[in-house]
């Protein structure tokens, strides 16, 4: 009940009851006065109505401005501790004329009448918005951008609650920072778009593993076994074989670059090195690769000195008494994977220059060579003339 409206009540009750008193208990009065004039009675209990109404008044008035005061003062300790950034508007000015603590601490100086800024350049809002915000009605705006104390772009939903202190209008904003929420909604739009788009990289994968990649290995896998069924290899078959092989090796290198992150930068494996190798150690499983490697750089380089090795363990152990300018390594073998070969390599304290040697060039494995200094590059099996001119 306002305090107003409850003062009122209270004056017309004991009035009513001060009037029906008297005029019941005059004569009982008159009479215990020992007043005989009537008029005299009048006229005092005219007196003693005023006096008592007006303390009655004085009281009443008192408690409802303290009480009032009380409230007041509880909201403005909510107003500044709560933790939320909220700030109080002029509607005459359109100022902002009061922050509070969490506002001040992140957005706001502390005010005062040379400092207040008006609502519309503090908010940057639009003036369709600035009209709703002092049309007299709770008003919220969405996804307003602000500048903080340390000039980072903070995105907001603002609130607004028109009230009135003193009989003039004021507003209460309130500032709910979502930039938090938006970024995390921008990095999972992100997230959806990089899922997409390894979706699509994969059907591709799908296609050229199911049929690009597959025709001309059926091809390959044809001609050998009209090989092996006795049939004189003709120049016509051996131009098939290589055309084949071609097509394989194009499908291949085609599927490298569908799974090649675009992140993953190159140049660490396509800049020239300080000298030529003179002695090379070939480490590969394979014995079909040790016979491709064997052509290939001997025919670059018939001064060559080779060293293969299909175990990786024999390898270790044969280096450990013997020196190479370089190593050419296999990420792929049964007995010892690439990169647990130069963890052994670290673990015994041998230092040399490193190519890995693989069939398709995985992005991880890129990413992975880099947490090794000796790793200077890779190279695609099987060797070709083209990618040896670096190193010899």
């Not at 500048?147 to 995105?155: N, P, S, T, V």
């Not at 607004?160 to 004021?170: D, E, I, L, S, W």
């Not at 300080?274 to 016979?291: E, F, G, M, N, T």
């Not at 300018?325 to 390599?345: H, T």
Request: hydrophobic letters at 40%; proline letters at 2%; charged letters at 30%.
């Amino acid at each position: 009940m306002k305090s107003s409206l409850k003062i009122t009540l209270v004056y017309i009750v004991i009035g009513s009851c001060w009037v029906a008193f008297s005029s019941l208990y005059l004569e009982q009065l008159q009479s215990w006065l020992n007043i005989d004039n009537s008029t005299e009675l009048e006229i005092f209990k005219a007196v003693l109505f005023v006096f008592l109404s007006g303390l009655l008044i004085y009281v009443l008035v008192d408690k409802s401005i303290k009480t009032d005061l009380l409230v007041w003062r509880s909201y403005s300790t909510v107003f500044e501790n709560i933790p939320m950034c909220m700030w109080i508007v002029d509607e005459e000015k359109q100022k902002i004329v009061s922050a509070n603590k969490m506002a001040e601490e992140f957005f706001t100086t502390r005010l005062n009448g040379d400092t207040e800024p008006l609502l519309l350049d503090f908010f940057s809002m639009k003036e369709a918005d600035v009209r709703m915000v002092f049309s007299g009605r709770n008003h919220e705006i969405r996804n307003l951008k602000i500048k903080d104390k340390k000039g980072e772009l903070r995105r907001v939903d603002l609130y607004t609650v028109p009230f009135k202190r003193r009989g003039k209008n004021k507003v209460m904003v309130t500032a709910v920072d979502n930039t938090e929420l938006h970024q995390n909604l921008m990095d999972k739009v992100e997230l959806n778009d990089n899922l997409k788009k390894q979706n699509n990289q994969l059907r591709m994968f799908s296609q050229m593993n199911s049929h690009n990649i597959r025709r001309p290995l059926s091809n390959i896998l044809g001609i050998i076994h009209l090989f092996e069924s006795g049939i004189k290899a003709k120049e016509e078959v051996i131009d098939m074989l290589k055309k084949s092989s071609e097509d394989l090796d194009e499908e291949v290198n085609r599927m490298n670059e569908v799974l090649r992150e675009e992140n993953l930068s190159m140049e660490m494996f396509n800049g020239s090195f300080s000298k030529s190798a003179k002695s090379i150690l070939i480490v590969d499983d394979d014995k079909v690769q040790h016979l491709i490697n064997k052509r290939v750089l001997l025919g670059e380089n018939p001064d060559l000195k080779l060293y293969f090795f299909q175990n990786p363990l024999d390898a270790l152990s044969w280096l450990s008494d013997h020196s190479v300018d370089l190593l050419l390594l296999d990420i792929n073998m049964p007995e010892m994977k690439g990169w647990e070969f130069l963890d052994k390599m670290i673990e015994l304290g041998l230092n040399l220059e490193v190519k890995m040697l693989s069939s398709s060039i995985d992005p991880r494995d890129e990413e992975k060579s880099k947490q090794y200094d000796m790793v200077s590059g890779f190279l695609v099996k099987p060797l070709k003339k083209e990618a040896l001119a670096d190193i010899l």
